[in-house]
């Protein structure tokens, strides 16, 4: 009797321990780690980009560098009718410059809403801030597994009342904070797109997503896949590379 009442005073002291171990973070706490894994300072991304039409698939590559989260420049490489084209990100601005024209194009208003080469990405998608703990807020509202990995399940909206996605739901990594799935919402609830993780790697001290799946509800197909070929951390980019002068060069 006596061990069996020891039994139930361990189990007693022992099980808040345990809960607090498995509780899940609050959702600003998780965001703010995601930001931590994945935001970083200078870096230079090869990249091909698969865009699966209705009736067929080409691929796209290209090379960027990018700095923090306010600027980044990308130099298309492939196919031979997209080498050339390049694309200057600085702040919530966008330029495009096309070499068959000639012309550097300012993509603003209605053209945001466009898709990038035809993919499932648009050019609002590109202007995104990448960082989650300043632009949303929501709770952890379940767990699931993806890919193996344990995940917290956040239903988030934007604090901005002008933002493209006015909810999103999260799939985070529990260990590694990295996002492996994301749904993009309308306000009226609708489901505009899906980015869904299909590998992860290990790039140095992060594991990040090498090859993400995104699909536009709204467009046929079977949708884009991003993958990273190469990415070097901590990269030395000279500042001209984010310039206008450099779309031309």
């Not at 790697?201 to 990040?208: C, I, K, S, Y």
Request: aromatic share 8%; net charge positive.
């Amino acid at each position: 009797m006596k061990q069996a009442a020891a039994v139930i005073v361990l189990f007693l002291v022992l099980a808040p321990a345990r809960a607090a171990a498995t509780a899940p973070e609050s959702a600003g706490a998780i965001l703010k780690k995601v930001d931590e894994n994945r935001v970083t300072g200078n870096k230079v991304i090869l990249s091909e980009m698969t865009i699966h039409g209705r009736r067929f698939s080409r691929t796209v590559r290209a090379r960027s560098w990018i700095q923090g989260t306010e600027k980044s420049f990308s130099e298309y490489l492939e196919p031979p009718r997209e080498r050339g084209t390049k694309m200057l990100k600085l702040g919530d601005q966008l330029w495009t410059y096309y070499p068959a024209s000639d012309r550097v194009i300012l993509i603003a208003g209605h053209m945001l809403r466009q898709s990038v080469m035809g993919s499932d990405l648009s050019y609002e998608d590109m202007l995104e801030d990448p960082t989650l703990h300043d632009s949303q807020q929501g709770a952890v509202s379940g767990e699931e597994t993806l890919l193996g990995r344990p995940c917290w399940v956040l239903d988030l909206r934007a604090l901005r009342e002008d933002a493209a996605y006015p909810s999103r739901r999260l799939w985070v990594d529990r260990e590694r904070y990295t996002v492996m799935r994301e749904d993009r919402f309308a306000r009226s609830g609708r489901l505009l797109k899906t980015a869904v993780v299909e590998s992860v790697r290990r790039f140095g001290d992060r594991w990040l997503p090498d090859r993400v799946r995104f699909k536009d509800a709204l467009k046929e197909g079977e949708g884009t896949v991003f993958a990273i070929l190469e990415i070097q951390f901590d990269a030395a980019i000279p500042g001209a590379v984010f310039s206008k002068a450099a779309l031309k060069k």
